[in-house]
């Protein structure tokens, strides 16, 4: 049985679970490693998204995706206060490439579970959509401990993503 470690950054509130060798997504077809997924991409040809957060709603609300497309998605925080983008089912459907800017590199293939936005900050969420499926994701405010970031995640405004 592969090990699953939790890590989180401090720093920014990002929590990711590592998995050496990525993880593999059941898809119509078969399953799909995620290391393989993002390997032979033409990033240049990435479908561009934004989900900006601003007065504590997200917009669009909805974002619509295809199984197996590229995408780099612009996470926006236009508010005065931090946020936590939580969406972990939806990164359990992608095969994730990278998150810049980090603090902390998250490897290709690691499922993230949340991504903290300081005020007025961006980052950008390179991914391959995988499996096909509603998602739904949510703000959490987050409490920061130590090396822990707790958030709310029954409070909260959100949206959903779907995989088409």
Known sequence: MAAIGLAACSVTGDVAVTTEGGFDIPANGGAVNTVSAV?????????????????GEFTPSLLVLRAGDP??????????????????????????????????????????????????????????????????FKKGTGLAIGPLRLSPFGFGVGGAIMIE
């Open 71 to 136: 995408y780099v998605l612009t996470l926006e925080n236009g508010d005065d206060i931090p946020h936590t983008f939580v969406a972990a089912d939806f990164f359990k459907a992608v095969a994730v490439k990278s998150v810049l800017p980090a603090i902390e590199e998250i490897a290709a293939g690691s499922k993230l579970v949340s991504l903290h936005l300081a005020p007025g900050e961006s980052r950008k969420v390179s991914f391959v959509a995988v499996r096909d499926g509603f998602y739904y």
């Open 39 to 55: 390997a032979d991409v033409d990033w240049e040809e990435a479908w561009a998204k934004t989900l900006r957060i601003r007065q």
